[in-house]
């Protein structure tokens, strides 16, 4: 396996010749919710002479009725409908690998739809490429980040493939100025849809956090965390009296299990969502930069993946070397960015990730945490691996370093500072 890009890296897409495309018949893969704009997206597509094979992939993200998800699909017209969970996926390859590099965009958001962009991708083109589709189509507009994520993604696994952006293209928004036009279209077209004229916000969910924006939400002064419906965590004021501890273990970097019990990678993060979310942990109100040029509002909450982040830089602070922490913080908002502008499928990130994977090899060992009305305080930590040695570290008399030993250090790194000094005299 040596040389090898890791499994989930390793996707071998049928790559159709541009002069074989024109003989083929119109055939799409859909990026489908069920919700208004996918549902709407469907039918103009199907009256654009599409066949239409929708995929709902599975992140983890609020559904009462996945089988009414793929029959109403079917009833609109759709060619084939399947469902695809990808959230072990999405934790374990994509999220996990992110974490071990502490990446925050812009040093607060935790990227946890950013990250599921390139996994929705992924799935559709599987999907693509099984049902014979030459193109793939998104609900993404034309003003936000997620419209490139897809884009970059699709153009990575299959560089020959149609991508369809709906909200880009000029007919689509002339028959659709507005959520009452969508609305309308679905009545006529009898395709069954929950939607209002007026809605306050708009979320996105999956299960590792959940992002809400526009709406009152573009009003900066307005609350953000106390203006939206939060789904995952209360409010910090609103959390137990009670500090709650929860022991979080890693193997290579990656969390292994919860209280002592081990779990897969999703129900890692669905458990420490619950925990986290009771005491009001991982709720944050930012002002972005996208992609496009503008900077946005959002309000995220993500309490299981905030443990997470936590946690693991407390074992880090034991396994690993001060010049490979601080070189793996140096490359952290490389990562950010990339994962937030949607270069996951890029040279540069397999690169990244490769470097990652050797880096984390020490992370391993159990550290227990104090979790009260939004914060995150660390109780204790052990690792098998740790560096650290009391016998050195002690303020003690007695142990294993010599202070006398430190004088010829000091004068050889004080060297520059003298020069300079001779040099450039500054006022005391």
Not at 50 to 75: E, F, I, S, T
Not at 88 to 102: G, H, I, K, N, T
Not at 251 to 259: C, H, L
Request: aromatic fraction near 8%; include cysteine; charge should be neutral.
């Amino acid at each position: 396996m040596t040389g090898l890009a890791p499994p989930h890296r390793q996707t071998p897409f049928l790559f159709i010749p541009i002069y074989e495309k024109q003989f083929m018949k119109k055939s799409s893969v859909l990026a489908y919710s069920g919700g208004l704009d996918t549902s709407v997206i469907l039918g103009w597509l199907i009256d654009q002479g599409y066949d239409v094979h929708a995929v709902y992939v599975d992140l983890g993200q609020p559904c009462d009725d996945q089988q009414a998800v793929l029959d109403k699909a079917k009833n609109c017209g759709a060619a084939s409908a399947r469902i695809v969970n990808a959230q072990d996926e999405l934790c374990r390859d994509f999220a996990f690998p992110v974490m071990q590099f502490q990446a925050k965009y812009e040093g607060l958001y935790l990227l946890g739809t950013a990250i599921a962009r390139p996994v929705i991708s992924k799935c559709c083109l599987k999907v693509a490429q099984e049902v014979g589709a030459n193109a793939y189509a998104h609900g993404a507009t034309g003003k936000g980040n997620d419209q490139c994520r897809f884009h970059f993604a699709a153009a990575a696994l299959n560089p020959n493939i149609e991508i369809i952006a709906p909200w880009r293209e000029e007919n689509f928004r002339q028959m659709f100025p507005g959520r009452s036009e969508m609305i309308k279209y679905c009545e006529e077209k009898k395709i069954p849809v929950k939607a209002t004229l007026k809605k306050p916000y708009s979320g996105d969910d999956n299960c590792l956090h959940i992002s809400y924006e526009a709406g009152i939400l573009e009003k900066l002064d307005v609350c953000g965390a106390e203006s939206v419906e939060l789904g995952m965590s209360v409010l910090p004021q609103n959390a137990p009296d009670q500090v709650e501890q929860v022991a979080i273990t890693f193997k290579n970097g990656n969390p292994i299990a919860v209280n002592g019990k081990e779990k897969s990678a999703v129900d890692i993060v669905k458990e420490l969502n619950t925990i986290g979310g009771r005491n009001g942990i991982g709720v944050i109100d930012i002002v972005e930069n996208r992609l496009v040029g503008m900077k946005s509002r959002g309000v995220y909450e993500a309490p299981g993946m905030t443990i997470l982040y936590t946690a693991h830089r407390y074992i880090e602070q034991l396994t690993l070397d001060r010049d490979l922490l601080h070189l793996r913080d140096r490359l952290s908002p490389e990562v950010a960015e990339l994962v937030y502008y949607g270069f996951w499928y890029s040279a540069k990130m397999d690169a990244l990730l490769a470097f990652i994977r050797e880096a984390q090899r020490p992370v391993s060992g159990t550290v227990e945490l104090n979790l009260y009305k939004g914060n995150v305080v660390v109780r204790s930590r052990s690792s098998a691996n740790s560096l650290y040695d009391e016998g050195l570290a002690t303020m003690e008399g007695g142990g294993a370093y010599d202070q006398g030993d430190a004088t010829g250090f000091v004068r050889i790194q004080s060297l520059p500072s003298g020069v300079q000094g001779k040099m450039r005299p500054r006022r005391v």
